[in-house]
């Protein structure tokens, strides 16, 4: 099953993960749209929540923005 987040109303934090392996994480802005064709989406509006997650379950934390 793909998921879409498409114009949040405001920052949104996302993890999208198979059964046993995260695939991708990423920060969805309000004039982006995201899709991924993993089976499984979490989402957060709490950048402080989406990195304890992240380090909790995955043990990964993300690197900076290339600028």
């Known amino acids: 099953m793909a998921h879409e987040i498409k114009y ?3 920052r949104t934090y ?3 993960y198979t059964d ?3 695939f ?3 920060i969805v ?3 982006q749209v995201m899709n ?3 089976p499984y ?3 957060s509006l709490s950048e402080a929540d989406w990195l304890q997650e992240l380090l909790d ?3 990964t934390i993300p690197e900076p923005p290339i600028k």
Request: charged share 10%; hydrophobic share 35%.
């Open 8 to 10: 949040p109303t405001q």
């Open 14 to 16: 996302v993890i999208a």
């Open 20 to 22: 046993t392996t995260i």
């Open 24 to 26: 991708n994480y990423a």
């Open 29 to 31: 802005d309000p004039d």
């Open 36 to 38: 991924t064709g993993q």
């Open 41 to 43: 989406i979490w989402t």
């Open 57 to 59: 379950v995955y043990n």
